[in-house]
């Protein structure tokens, strides 16, 4: 890693709650040194800098700690038409995420030891610098098909062999729901004492039938087949009654809907050993932006009702949501240029997230700039057990600088994804990354 001087640039820092400008040192792949001991329009320059480090004017830019994605979902292997591993690290990297959770529902799927030691052997010989650290998520159940255990032993026997150097396995999830409440159950049982973080997202299918867009005056409005709230609501209601019952700790994934975040609150507020993320795209958007029937707007699980999405919004500033999640989808073009309800679910977003979540929050002055760092970075890292990443001295430098109003368009040209599904294809926006540090 090159070492750096950044002049005069503002950073971030949730670990010390510091937002503030300073003179930033970087040396051999660390923070060395910085001016931070008080809050200041123009900070004093640091001296005695070697006369052979570059230097890095950071005037009206951000040094932000790397982010963290707790999911995403990778083309390679078996979708390579939709995303490679090296364009989805680059599109990370674009982004600002220096770690990326992926989803085990590859082809083969990730549900042994040796597809995941060919995932990460393969993810660890990327040839590109920086390169983002990929934590593939080993499946709960065979072939992710929700029907029968996988072996979970030998599965945390392998995080723990990567965990003790370099961290390798995000942890357990199918990234689809569980349908089977008595598997679940084992599975629950069978997790506890190997103390290895658990994702799960609760949707009961049969209550979600065919549904695309969340019931609603909206739903019916667009004529789209609804999906009851009652499909997240009950499921999530059974797992926090198995998660009070057996005590395993569980992060729950893909949170949509007001009545959720109450349930949430309430097992907080009982210490339940829980957390819990919701997809970005689902506080940017709710079942009015469907009334277009972009395509590119078909998730699972739906956007919510505009009650829905502030409710989420104040789960996220209020910390009852832990984390901010891209769930970034490939899909190619043809699969998306289908009608709505028609359209496989999902969108791309690692390269959008930050930016567009700056604007619409930060920007706005809805939330704290710190407030954001945390539900993407310092969170996220948590939720995995792992070390967060912090601009302070003596810390690995893993972060990006931003550029808060400098103006792109988002084109096939810009974009380092393989595919192009994002409601934001061929709009203009503000931000962008500049630079990534990765250890």
């Known amino acids: 890693m090159t070492d750096t001087l950044i002049r005069q640039v503002r950073y971030l820092d949730p670990g010390t709650n510091t937002d503030q400008v300073a003179d930033v040192l970087i040396q051999s792949g660390r923070f060395a040194a910085m001016v931070s001991d008080r809050p200041k329009a123009i900070a004093p320059h640091l001296t005695d800098i070697p006369a052979d480090i570059p230097v890095l004017d950071g005037s009206g830019c951000i040094l932000v700690p790397g982010l963290v994605d707790l999911y995403s979902h990778s083309g390679e292997p078996g979708y390579e038409e939709r995303e490679t591993l090296e364009s989805l690290a680059a599109s990370a990297i674009a982004g ?5 959770g992926i989803l085990p529902d590859t082809a083969p799927p990730l549900d042994n030891p040796d597809a995941l030691r060919g995932f990460l052997q393969r993810a660890a010989t990327l040839p590109m610098t920086p390169r983002p650290l990929l934590l593939p998520w080993a499946a709960l159940t065979q072939g992710t098909a929700g029907s029968q255990m996988a072996d979970l032993g030998e599965l945390a026997d392998l995080r723990a062999q990567f965990t003790a150097g370099t961290p390798g ?57 609804e999906q009851p709230v009652a499909a997240e609501a009950a499921a999530l209601a059974a797992l926090l009654e198995l998660v ?36 970005w795209l689902h506080l940017l958007f709710s079942t009015q932006d469907v009334l277009n029937y972009d395509p590119h707007l078909r998730l699972d699980p739906p956007l919510g009702n505009p009650a829905d999405q502030a409710a989420l919004i104040a789960g996220v500033k209020a910390g009852v949501i832990d984390a901010i999640a891209v769930d970034h989808t490939p899909q190619t073009y043809e699969d998306k240029t289908v009608p709505f309800d028609q359209a496989p679910a999902g969108a791309i977003g690692l390269e959008l997230a ?51 109003t400098e103006r792109w368009s988002v084109t096939a040209a810009n974009l380092r994804s393989r595919s192009h599904n994002t409601p934001f294809f061929n709009h203009q926006l503000s931000g962008r990354v ?6």
């Open 96 to 100: 600002g995420f220096t770690r990326v």
């Open 169 to 225: 396995l995000a942890g357990c999830a199918d990234g689809h729901p569980l349908d089977n409440p008595v598997l679940l159950r084992r599975l629950l049982e069978y997790l506890r004492p190997i103390h290895a973080p658990v994702a799960l997202w609760p949707c009961d299918r049969a209550l979600a039938g065919m549904g695309v867009a969340r019931a609603g005056a909206l739903a019916q409005v667009a004529g789209l087949a």
């Open 354 to 404: 930050w930016a567009t979540l700056w604007q619409r929050f930060v920007v706005s002055g809805d939330w704290s700039p710190l407030t954001l760092v945390q539900a993407l970075s310092t969170r996220p890292a948590q939720c995995l057990e792992l070390t967060p990443a912090a601009i302070a001295p003596g810390a690995p430098a893993e972060a990006f600088l931003f550029n808060p």
């Open 244 to 279: 009070a019952e057996i005590g395993t700790t569980v992060h729950i994934m893909r949170v949509s809907t007001a009545r959720s975040v109450a349930l949430l609150a309430q097992a907080k507020a009982q210490g339940l050993p829980i957390t819990a993320s919701v997809s």
């Open 434 to 439: 500049l630079q990534v540090w990765v250890p």
